[in-house]
């Protein structure tokens, strides 16, 4: 008989049955899961298949606080303890839950706003707007360093490059959240700032040496790990501890360092499964047990209820052929069900906002200029934006000019008669130039011709050694709606931009 059989039966007592439905429902307990699009008939039956730890949203299931609560109340409907409902909302790129919420910046304008209570407010304002939603449990703050000028998945969403600043600000975000009623998780462990790899391609490799890592990398997590926060390993391998094996496969890291040298005692969640640096290796449903044997406590399954499923059965079948010992997943299993308890109840979807407005300000106070004067007209301005976003609408008196990240000879031309035929002061809004070229040749003619031109970098500041020749330079850590709106006010309204620069540019 198959393992997936014993659900349907209900039977009591030590037999071999009994024993399989028990070690099947353990396995599912350890597992969050997630699912494509909205909920339906179908959904519904591959998610109540197996009592499953809980669930993640995406943007894809939910456009906003009312179908994200309609949906979350679906899924917590008649089950004990509630689900685990998570989701990744971080701030500024990765936000999940756009529409009805406070959007918020990305962690690098925490970072340079570097202020804690800034920090605290942006959490708990996070946490009001997800309870409303019916979450539980937010996978952020980010404790990655900003190590690397070619890591795009990290990125802006971390908070710095220094230790100390991030250790700082997220641990003072994650209070926020705590705050709010929603509990934090630390990711990604041991830290994936310092490789430019995405593991959701393929497999990353920290190459630097153990102390190194330990008093580098790892130093944020040792410093912010608490019982009562998860932490979430990343898909991250370190050769000077383990080898190839990534951090969520790794005995020696999840259960030598995390367990036995810090002596963490809290939950440890895999980062997603289905990532290629696990699907394209060992594969997602061995991943889970490997993760499991290895010291995590829940893994992720982000987009597929069927293969939660399978890693279920597999990881059951593991157990009772005793390659996996039943107390680890005992173990597992109960950390889950203690975090599970802890989860608090959904806030009204009308109840008012602890912070409001705090967006806009933490994207004031994050406005780092860099030299030169940031002040601005709008109506005498053009700006020449690289990329998708829009300054214009926060200043509708501003010309906009927009431009791909890598403009062809004629996009260039076409943008260099713009400027001719505006006869207006150029502010240019930078995005990762420091990664096309093409870009970077566009803003060097267009600060030749106007050196009164202001160059703003709204991604990571990677860009600001490119234009020493630009006489107005400012960073803003982003290009979403609530940063630019920041922005806005710091060039065209006089507000002070008074960020430092929370990354180190060589």
């Known amino acids: 008989m198959r393992l997936a059989d014993g659900l349907s039966h209900k039977q009591s007592g030590s037999s071999p049955l009994a024993q399989t439905n028990e070690l099947l429902e353990l396995a599912a307990g350890v597992i969050v899961t997630g699912f494509r699009g909205g909920l339906n008939a179908g959904v519904e039956r591959a998610l109540h298949r197996l009592p499953y730890a809980g669930y993640i949203l995406f943007a894809e299931n939910v456009d906003g606080i009312a179908s994200a609560r309609e949906l979350t109340d679906a899924l917590r409907a008649g089950v004990e303890p509630a689900p685990i409902v998570s989701i990744d909302q971080e701030g500024g790129r990765i936000t999940r839950l756009r529409a009805g919420v406070e959007n918020i910046p990305s962690m690098m304008a925490l970072g340079a706003a570097a202020d ?93 040496d153990e102390r190194t890592v330990r008093e580098r990398d790892m130093v944020p997590f040792r410093e912010c790990a608490r019982d009562d926060v998860p932490i979430m390993a990343a898909h991250v391998a370190v050769p000077a501890l383990d080898g190839d094996r990534p951090a969520t496969l790794s005995r020696v890291m999840l259960t030598g360092i995390l367990r036995e040298q810090w002596h963490y ?26 993760a499991i044997a290895a010291g995590a406590d829940c893994a992720l399954i982000s987009h597929d209820p069927d293969l939660a499923f399978e890693a279920a059965t597999r990881l059951a079948e593991a157990v009772e052929a005793g390659r996996v010992p039943i107390a680890r997943l005992r173990e597992a299993h109960a950390r889950v069900m203690i975090l599970r308890r802890r989860a608090t109840a959904p806030l009204a979807r009308n109840a008012p906002a602890p912070h409001p407005d705090i967006g806009v300000r933490i994207a004031r106070a994050a406005v780092t200029l860099v030299r030169g004067e940031a002040r601005a007209a709008a109506a005498s301005g053009i700006a020449i934006v690289f990329g998708e976003a829009s300054l214009a609408a926060q ?63 709204t991604g ?47």
């Open 116 to 208: 804690e209570e800034l920090a605290v407010s942006a959490g708990e304002q996070i946490a009001h707007d997800l309870r409303r939603a019916g979450c539980t449990l937010d996978f952020a703050p980010v404790l990655d360093l900003a190590l690397d000028a070619r890591n795009t998945v990290i990125g802006t969403r971390a908070v710095g490059t220094s230790p100390a600043l991030v250790t700082r600000i997220a641990g003072a975000f994650a209070r926020g959240l705590e705050r709010g009623g929603i509990t934090p998780t630390f990711k990604h462990f041991p830290g994936h700032g310092a490789t430019a790899f995405d593991t959701h391609l393929g497999a990353a490799r920290l190459d630097s």
């Open 265 to 290: 005692g809290g939950l440890i969640f895999t980062d997603c499964m289905q990532m290629d640096a696990i699907a394209a290796s060992v594969g997602t449903v061995q991943g889970v047990t490997e």
């Open 395 to 457: 200043a509708p008196a501003l010309l906009e000019h927009r431009v791909g990240l890598d403009p062809t000879q004629s996009a260039r031309e076409e943008l260099l008669e713009s400027l001719r035929a505006a006869q207006r002061r150029p502010i240019v809004l930078t995005y990762r130039a420091h990664l096309h070229p093409l870009q970077r040749q566009a803003i060097d003619a267009i600060v030749e011709r106007s050196p009164d031109a202001l160059v703003v970098s």
């Open 460 to 506: 990571e500041p990677y860009d600001l050694p490119l234009f020493a020749r630009a006489r107005h330079v400012a960073a803003c850590y982003g290009n979403d709606d609530v940063t630019l709106a920041g922005l806005a006010d710091v060039v065209f309204a006089g507000v002070p931009g008074e960020g430092t620069l929370p990354v180190a540019i060589d």
